[in-house]
């Protein structure tokens, strides 16, 4: 499949590679399909939306920054997400550099982590009340892999 993208231009993407969001995500309600692009050559991502060409997120492994980072996934959202083996839960961050401020500041939402079973490429938005993680929690450029890669570029 072929998806043009305002950020990237035209990507050839599989199929299978399509990552169903049901619920969307926040904000994003009605988009439903995205697809994960490497960043560079670090661990951050692109989440980019497959039916909106301007929409994508910057994203990362939160275990990079927090390695004490749990985040709790009901059962309920295990059996939406169809987990049969949990080696499969992916858990990503969407990340904001806020490039007005200098040094930019980079951080994470912590608070609604993406998670997605990576053998059934579903995912979701999960929200967490009682989280001792805000939505921008600030990473430092010297911690976790690529992060001064991704301030940069």
Do not use: C, H
């Not at 904001?96 to 995912?123: H, Y």
Request: proline residues 8%; aromatic residues 10%.
């Amino acid at each position: 499949m072929r998806i043009d993208t305002t950020r990237f231009g035209e990507v050839e993407i599989p199929e299978d590679k399509v990552i169903s969001f049901p619920r969307g995500i926040l904000g994003f309600d009605r988009l439903k399909a995205y697809f994960l692009m490497d960043y560079k050559d670090t661990s951050i991502k692109w989440l980019q939306a497959v039916d909106d060409p301007s929409v994508a997120f910057m994203v990362v492994d939160p275990f990079l920054f927090f390695p004490e980072y749990a985040p709790d996934i009901s059962p309920v959202e295990k059996q939406l997400l169809e987990v049969d083996d949990p080696a499969d839960l992916v858990v990503m961050a969407i990340m904001n550099v806020r490039r007005d401020e200098t040094p930019p500041q980079v951080t994470l939402n912590l608070q609604a982590p993406l998670v997605f079973n990576a053998s059934k490429m579903r995912g979701f938005q999960i929200v967490m009340e009682k989280s001792r993680f805000g939505v921008r929690e600030p990473i430092s450029m010297n911690s976790g892999s690529g992060q001064r890669e991704a301030v940069a570029g």
